[in-house]
């Protein structure tokens, strides 16, 4: 036969020539035919038409005139065999590709030939022995080449880069596309209970929140187990509790646990990236005063604030902060409510920062608590989740590989030590920045190399900021950088990355999935920037339930606290959680690892001089 694309195959010494090789499939080859023709005879119908084949496997046709005119064709006279090649003008024959297909026997006769050929050629399409059925279109003349409409476009990438970001199904959950059109402030929406005492994305998702708190619930036995200790108790009751933290299912079970302890809440997110629109939607079905959805603007996130807190007829009296913006808000809006709380709660760097600062001052007008630099805060859900969380929010968005790429993480507190520790395990060169001495000679004597951030910036693939300060990474050290280097900021604020200088007119930002932003210089180099400079890992991705657990107890324990404090006890100042209660909630943490404690004997206790019971270490103990 004659290959379209005339690529040809030689077998062995002897053999024909053949093109199956270049998968046409237009042509005959008399070698296959010829291993086919037992099983084509085999499933050829029972009439007066007989086939047979030459040696060199041509086909060799007798057939009644009967069967010749009910095939449409005139009768087909007997052909010699020939030899295995192709024959040419001098009459040794008609080559296969010339002749016409027996009545009757085509089909059958095709169908085993691709059969075999499928099993001597597995680099084929698979054929089956099913005709082949072509898909019918309700019009033929459609065009595939028209872009879908503006609406089209918009809802399909919405549904695409949020899909890897939120934690339910996008199918079941994004159903209604105008959701995303609509501001949640502009929606009028109530819960099952008649209540508009809220403001979420949508209250329908209320369901998947449900599911995902309950998911979070059963890794957070230590809290669960406080929740069943004091509910009988409430040692809430009376507490009115204005909260603003990340909103995951993981706070959802905390702001449920001190709803059943007797406090009445209303909450608001601290970052616009991190709030899971199902599970604040789980919150306000529940009857919980929500103000939050994902992606909201600055406008946005101030107002959700104030909306927590300006309420007729109900009045704060206990915050739960997380960065201190909360807290900023009441103290400078709402100076009256200020002066009447009973205690505040803050768990981040930054927002503890802001308190110091405020008792340095004098301005300070109640007791904090320090919660960030609480042992079972800062050793676990500094170090810890961290150490896990990093590389999960930089999959997520990047999908970079971390073996050989050479990263530079800004600070070597807890938060940086357990950001090193992740990336030198997936084979991360990687440089540690510090001011303080200390910190640099933990990083140096744990193998990586302490640099200015100057020295390496242009040569690194990576930069990730966890200091807590504002202004780490500048505009000149971004305009150094390599091409799609990977900026992001592991610390609460926004403020560690200079982002503000990016938004220049010859500058132009990239949206390329969510929380995924590409900077593009005018000579064309790019930088990849993550969460627009926001926390990475409650942005970009999830956080280890577990650990959450141990700093949920740490919160409510430390609420408990300052709300049953006698007075006096705490004055106009920040404070440390106190150790007794930090070990308290390392030990409801302990079964989970079936892991079981030594006990003290009496003369043990009495000469290391400690009570049995504990607390077990002094209050200027480094862990």
């Given at each position: 036969?004659?290959?379209?694309r005339?690529?040809?195959?030689?077998g062995?010494?002897?053999?024909?020539?053949?093109?199956?090789?270049?998968s046409?499939?237009?042509?005959?080859?008399?070698?296959?035919?010829?291993?086919?023709?037992?099983e084509?005879?085999a499933?050829?119908?029972?009439?007066?038409?007989?086939?047979?084949l030459?040696?060199?496997?041509?086909?060799?046709e007798?057939?009644?005139?009967?069967?010749?005119?009910?095939?449409?064709?005139?009768p087909?006279?007997?052909?010699?065999?020939?030899?295995?090649?192709?024959?040419?003008?001098?009459?040794?024959?008609?080559s296969?590709p010339?002749?016409?297909?027996?009545?009757g026997?085509?089909?059958?006769?095709?169908?085993?030939?691709?059969?075999?050929?499928?099993?001597?050629?597995?680099?084929?399409?698979?054929?089956t022995?099913?005709?082949k059925?072509?898909?019918?279109?309700?019009?033929?003349?459609?065009?595939?080449?028209?872009?879908?409409t503006?609406?089209?476009?918009?809802?399909l990438?919405?549904?695409?880069?949020?899909?890897?970001?939120?934690?339910?199904s996008?199918?079941?959950?994004?159903?209604?596309?105008?959701d995303?059109?609509?501001s949640?402030?502009e929606k009028?929406q109530?819960?099952?209970?008649?209540?508009?005492?809220f403001?979420?994305?949508?209250?329908?998702?209320?369901?998947?929140?449900?599911?995902?708190?309950?998911?979070?619930?059963?890794?957070?036995?230590a809290?669960?187990?406080?929740?069943?200790?004091?509910?009988g108790?409430?040692?809430?009751?009376?507490?009115?509790?204005?909260?603003?933290?990340h909103?995951?299912?993981?706070?959802?079970?905390l702001?449920?646990?001190?709803?059943?302890?007797?406090?009445?809440c209303?909450?608001?997110?601290?970052?616009?990236?991190?709030?899971?629109?199902?599970?604040?939607a789980a919150?306000a079905?529940?009857g919980?005063?929500?103000?939050a959805?994902k992606?909201?603007?600055?406008?946005?996130?101030?107002?959700?604030i104030?909306r927590?807190?300006?309420?007729?007829?109900?009045?704060?009296?206990?915050?739960?902060?997380?960065?201190?913006?909360?807290?900023?808000?009441?103290?400078?809006?709402?100076?009256?409510?200020?002066?009447?709380?009973?205690?505040?709660?803050?768990?981040?760097?930054?927002?503890?920062?802001?308190?110091?600062?405020?008792?340095?001052?004098g301005k300070l007008?109640v007791?904090?608590?320090?919660?960030?630099?609480?042992?079972?805060k800062?050793k676990?859900?500094?170090?810890y989740?961290?150490r896990?969380?990093?590389l999960?929010?930089l999959k997520?968005t990047?999908?970079?590989?971390?073996?050989?790429k050479?990263?530079?993480?800004?600070?070597?507190?807890?938060?940086?030590?357990g950001?090193?520790?992740?990336?030198?395990?997936l084979?991360?060169?990687?440089?540690?920045?510090?001011?303080?001495?200390?910190?640099?000679?933990?990083?140096?004597?744990?193998?990586?190399?302490?640099?200015?951030?100057?020295?390496?910036?242009?040569?690194?693939?990576?930069?990730i900021?966890?200091?807590?300060?504002?202004?780490?990474?500048?505009r000149?050290?971004?305009?150094?950088?390599?091409?799609?280097?990977?900026?992001?900021?592991?610390?609460?604020?926004?403020t560690?990355?200079?982002?503000?200088?990016?938004?220049?007119?010859?500058?132009?930002?990239?949206?390329?999935?969510?929380?995924?932003d590409?900077?593009?210089?005018?000579?064309g180099?790019?930088?990849?920037?993550?969460?627009?400079?926001?926390?990475?890992?409650?942005?970009?991705?999830?956080?280890?339930?577990?650990?959450?657990?141990?700093?949920?107890?740490?919160?409510?324990?430390?609420?408990?606290?300052?709300?049953?404090?006698?007075?006096?006890?705490?004055?106009q100042?920040?404070?440390?959680?106190?150790?007794?209660?930090?070990?308290?909630?390392?030990?409801?943490?302990?079964p989970?690892?079936?892991?079981?404690?030594?006990?003290?004997?009496?003369?043990?206790?009495?000469?290391?001089?400690?009570?049995?019971?504990?607390?077990?270490?002094?209050n200027?103990?480094?862990y």
């Open positions: 036969g004659v290959c379209v005339r690529r040809w195959w030689r062995p010494v002897g053999a024909p020539r053949c093109c199956f090789w270049c046409c499939r237009r042509c005959r080859c008399p070698a296959v035919l010829d291993r086919g023709a037992e084509a005879r499933t050829a119908p029972q009439h007066p038409t007989r086939l047979s030459g040696p060199g496997g041509r086909v060799g007798r057939v009644s005139e009967g069967a010749a005119r009910a095939g449409g064709r005139a087909v006279r007997e052909r010699g065999g020939g030899g295995g090649s192709a024959a040419g003008p001098a009459g040794r024959g008609m296969m010339d002749a016409m297909p027996l009545p026997v085509g089909e059958e006769l095709k169908q085993a030939k691709e059969i075999e050929d499928a099993e001597k050629y597995s680099f084929m399409a698979t054929v022995k099913a005709p059925k072509q898909i019918q279109f309700a019009d033929d003349m459609q065009e595939f080449t028209k872009f879908p503006k609406t089209g476009r918009r809802s990438s919405r549904s695409i880069s949020q899909s890897s970001t939120d934690s339910y996008s199918a079941a959950s994004y159903t209604d596309s105008s995303d059109e609509v949640p402030r009028q109530t819960n099952s209970k008649g209540s508009s005492n403001c979420v994305k949508n209250i329908k998702q209320a369901e998947f929140g449900r599911r995902e708190i309950e998911i979070a619930e059963q890794d957070m036995s809290l669960i187990s406080l929740r069943k200790r004091a509910q108790e409430k040692p809430l009751a009376g507490a009115k509790i204005v909260g603003c933290t909103i995951t299912a993981q706070t959802a079970v702001i449920e646990t001190l709803c059943a302890l007797g406090a009445q209303r909450w608001s997110a601290c970052n616009i990236y991190s709030t899971q629109n199902e599970v604040a919150l079905e529940a919980v005063a929500v103000f959805w992606g909201e603007s600055e406008d946005d996130f101030w107002w959700c104030d927590c807190v300006n309420m007729d007829g109900w009045q704060a009296n206990m915050i739960l902060d997380d960065g201190g913006d909360l807290t900023h808000w009441v103290y400078k809006k709402y100076p009256n409510v200020f002066k009447k709380i009973r205690g505040i709660v803050e768990e981040s760097v930054t927002g503890v920062h802001r308190l110091y600062q405020l008792s340095k001052a007008c007791p904090a608590m320090n919660v960030n630099d609480s042992v079972t800062q676990f859900d500094n170090l989740c961290c896990e969380s990093i999960d929010g997520r990047t999908d970079v590989m971390f073996g050989g050479q990263v530079v993480v800004c600070g070597y507190g807890e938060v940086g030590k950001c090193c520790a992740a990336l030198k395990a084979g991360a060169i990687v440089y540690i920045t510090e001011i303080d001495p200390i910190c640099a000679l933990q990083a140096c004597m744990d193998g990586f190399r302490v640099v200015k951030l100057n020295e390496v910036i242009r040569q690194v693939d990576v930069v900021t966890c200091t807590g300060n504002k202004n780490v990474v500048t000149e050290h971004l305009d150094r950088m390599k091409n799609s280097c990977i900026v992001c900021n592991m610390g609460h604020s926004n560690e990355i200079d982002v503000t200088s990016l938004r220049t007119p010859e500058l132009t930002w990239e949206r390329v999935r969510s929380q995924v590409h900077v593009i210089w005018p000579d180099k790019r930088v990849v920037l993550l969460a627009e400079g926001r926390l990475l890992n409650l942005s970009c991705s999830t956080v280890p339930t577990f650990v959450l657990s141990i700093t949920a107890t740490t919160q409510a324990l430390a609420l408990i606290e300052l709300y049953n404090a006698p007075e006096g006890r705490y004055k100042d920040v404070y440390l959680l106190p150790k007794k209660m930090d070990e308290y909630v390392a030990s409801l943490h302990l989970s690892f079936d892991a079981h404690l030594t006990e003290l004997t009496d003369d043990q206790a009495k000469y290391l001089g400690l009570n049995k019971n504990g607390p077990f270490k002094p200027y103990y480094r």
